[in-house]
């Protein structure tokens, strides 16, 4: 037999499996931001690699200089977990988390730890 769910374990699940974008920007530009964000790290490698060969006149240096120059890795951060969210942005003077949010909430942060 199943066990029957109650609205607000319903509503504390939900919690769980959605998330919040945290890119600090809404969904549609966020995207637009990633492209041109990873953009202009690969412009800036580029720029990076024509300096040093402007640079250098010998060929074996100049291919030293290349393999030691670090590329850039950009990545966007992982979206939080809508109840972290929430419970980041509450009030003091707001309506506390219920138990089961609570209880949700640390089976989260102890998922996170591992």
Known sequence: MTHRQTPQ??????????SK???????K??????????AQVNR????????????????EALDAALQA???LNWQK???????????????????PLSEAQHQALLRLKKQTRR
Not at 9 to 18: A, F, I, P, R, S
């Open 29 to 38: 530009s966020s995207r637009k931001a990633i492209k041109y964000r990873k």
């Open 21 to 27: 974008n945290c890119y600090g920007e809404n969904d």
């Open 44 to 59: 800036q490698f580029r720029r990076g690699q024509q300096q040093l060969i402007n640079q250098h006149d010998d060929a």
């Open 9 to 18: 374990q319903k509503k504390v699940l939900d919690y769980l499996n959605h």
């Open 69 to 71: 120059q670090p590329r």
């Open 77 to 95: 951060a992982a979206d939080a977990p809508l109840i972290e969210h929430l419970s980041k942005r509450a009030k003091p003077s707001a309506k």
